[in-house]
């Protein structure tokens, strides 16, 4: 019984938090104003092509991403000499530390938002389907990303 209790109170925390992130009548503004439904929602066709659209875009970003990543390490070279490059292969190494892992948030965050809008199109629910957090999330990491790999970069060719 108490499995089944903390299953109950991690699926309330679960809800809680993709309410609060993606709205409902309770954490959206002017919510409250909306009737509710007596028919289904329709949605248009143009919905899912919008929805796929998105995910693609998304994808494009972290595969950009990745690849640069990738590149770096293939054009960083063998030699330890730093003497004929820009910047050494450390700092390469940190850049491509750093490209990896956000791409591969980018990738979950994609992923998971389709999923999310797919699953309020399939079955006909009002969904909130405005992302307010994640694409300004993404946004300010690959900001601070930049500014790190920029930092270190003049740290490594000045020093």
């Known amino acids: 019984m108490a499995l089944n209790n903390n299953n109950s109170s991690t699926k309330l925390v679960t809800n809680y938090v993709f309410d609060k992130l993606y709205g409902t009548k309770q954490f959206t503004q002017g919510a409250e104003l909306q009737l509710p439904r007596k028919v289904p929602m329709r949605v248009e066709p143009k919905s899912y092509f ?3 659209r998105t995910f693609l875009s998304w994808m494009g970003m972290a595969i950009t991403l990745g690849g640069v990543s990738s590149a770096l390490v293939g054009f960083s070279g ?3 000499d730093t003497t004929e ?3 050494s292969k450390r700092t390469i190494d940190v850049i491509t530390c750093i490209y990896s ?3 591969i948030l980018i990738m979950g965050y994609a992923l998971f938002t389709y999923e999310w809008r797919s699953k309020f199109m ?3 629910q009002i969904g909130f389907f405005d992302d307010r957090v994640g694409p300004i999330t993404v946004a300010v990491l690959v900001l601070l990303t930049l500014l790190t790999i920029f930092v270190i970069a003049i740290i490594d060719y000045l020093f």
Do not use: C, F, G, Q
Request: hydrophobic content about 25%; proline content about 7%; glycine content about 0%.
């Open 101 to 103: 892992p956000l791409s």
């Open 122 to 124: 399939r079955t006909k």
């Open 78 to 80: 063998d030699s330890e």
């Open 50 to 52: 919008a929805n796929e």
């Open 85 to 87: 490059h820009l910047i």
